[in-house]
């Protein structure tokens, strides 16, 4: 009976912080800005940043692996590896496209660089995973066992 309780807890964890940090980066990349509105496309498009920027594009790429880090631990729980995977892109990538496309709305300046960031941060957190899975399926695999994820 103890088991399910702390299986239900740890659930409800991951459920929770993948939640939490979802809201978290969020707030951060929506709130309001006080860049004064420019048409979007000249000014998501233009290729000249500022140092500023460019520190901002490696927070846009870690918050958005841990993003997808959360979310995956989180999936993996209730789904196949393939589900999980799939349902993790989806969720980060929409996130990553959306909060670009949405700064404009928040008179934020949005710029490519933040979305290849993002972008970014979520194909090298996957290529990390799919190593791990990789490495598991192979140890099972040694030692005989049977992977149902999968």
Known sequence: MMRVWIRRGGLLLSWAVAV????????????QGNTPSVPFWGSFFRMDFSPEEL???????IMFGILTLLWWSTLIQHYSVREALLATVVIAV?????TELGQYFVARSSVIL?????????????LFLGLVV????ELLTARGGSNSAG
């Open 55 to 61: 520190r901002e594009a490696v927070a846009h790429f």
């Open 20 to 31: 939490g940090w979802t809201a978290f980066v969020l707030y951060l990349l929506m709130r």
């Open 134 to 137: 990789s490495r598991q399926r």
């Open 94 to 98: 929409l996130l990553g496209m959306g």
């Open 114 to 126: 933040d979305l290849v960031a993002n972008l970014a941060g979520i194909l090298v957190t996957m």
